[in-house]
């Protein structure tokens, strides 16, 4: 028995050494993939579809690493938030994501693009002034800029954070409650940070035509959504019927594999031409 314990204690040093080694190399992978400016956007269309026109997009970054292909945000971003990098990168992808757009003529057609950020960055507007900067001097209004922030994600100060998001509105940047109805805040969020914006979580779409029971937790959020007189985009749409479904109950802003999956800008500018501006 006492050699079965040394060797598992053994094995578990061995462990522990070598997930801080992967940690530890993930951290400098990272670093280097910043100073390479690896780091790129991809878009997703958002649709409205009462006149099947362009409502704007969400930017998803996809980190593009030499020799690797691409890895998906959900293999890194968790990661990155923790470690702070996520802050050089958003601001990597921001500054690629204006000169990019900034060649489609949005100026005029007032489209959004919608950017990922975690509660952090609306607790500190520091951490948002180097991408607010290079906003302020692209070909786009700032008005055509809107942050997505995350439900799933606790905000250590709320008071803060709502303060930030009313300069950001005032600046003319909108801030949408992303996930909506996935994680903590929910109603309460919405009423102390002042959202006026919700993006609907996969999850719930994903029950149209289902008897799945959240189906009528995604009545409430809309029914609330419709009373509260906010925006509403609804994420994850896949078929024709949860189109039709969202549409009848008057979600017309609209997400999803169905209309285009997160592409890189030459595709996305081609997908632009085949869709009238709103
Ligand atoms: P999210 O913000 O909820 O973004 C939507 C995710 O759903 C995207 O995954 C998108 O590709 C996927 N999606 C869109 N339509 C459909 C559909 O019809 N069916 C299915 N099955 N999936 C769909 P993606 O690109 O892998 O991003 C994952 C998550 O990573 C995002 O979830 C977001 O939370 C995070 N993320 C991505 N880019 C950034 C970023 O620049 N900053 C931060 N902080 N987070 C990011
Ligand atoms: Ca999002
Ligand atoms: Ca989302
Ligand atoms: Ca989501």
């Excluded at 024709?240 to 009848?248: K, R």
Aim: neutral net charge; aromatic residues 10%.
């Amino acid at each position: 028995l006492f050699f079965v314990g040394v060797a598992l204690g053994l094995v578990m040093i061995v462990a522990i050494r070598l997930s801080e080694f992967r940690k530890l190399s993930l951290h400098t992978l990272v670093e280097r993939g910043i100073q390479n400016r690896e780091f790129i956007p991809y878009y997703q269309p958002i649709v409205d579809v009462s006149s099947n026109s362009l409502y704007g997009c969400e930017m998803l970054a996809r980190w593009k690493r030499r020799g690797q292909g691409l890895i998906s945000p959900m293999e890194f971003i968790p990661y990155v938030e923790k470690s702070g990098q996520i802050l050089p990168i958003t601001d990597q992808l921001i500054e690629k994501t204006v000169a990019e757009i900034g060649k489609l003529n949005w100026g005029e057609t007032q489209q959004v693009i919608s950017v990922n950020v975690v509660p952090d960055q609306l607790e500190q507007l520091e951490t948002l002034e180097s991408s607010l900067k290079l906003i302020h001097q692209s070909r786009l209004q700032p008005s055509q800029i809107a942050f997505e922030v995350t439900e799933r994600k606790r905000f250590t100060n709320l008071a803060m954070a709502s303060q930030v998001i009313e300069m950001l509105r005032c600046q003319g940047i909108d801030v949408k409650l992303d996930d909506a109805g996935t994680g903590y805040g929910g109603f309460s969020y919405i009423q102390q940070l002042n959202i006026r914006s919700l993006k609907i979580d996969k999850m719930f779409v994903e029950t149209i035509g289902t008897t799945d029971l959240k189906l009528s937790l995604l009545d409430s959020i809309i029914a609330f959504g419709r009373k509260a007189n906010m925006e509403m985009i609804a994420e994850g749409v896949e078929t024709q019927e949860q189109s039709q479904y969202l549409a009848e109950h008057g979600v017309t802003l609209q997400q999803g594999f169905y209309f285009g999956r997160p592409m890189p800008f030459r595709d996305f500018a081609y997908y632009c031409k085949s869709i009238v501006s709103r």
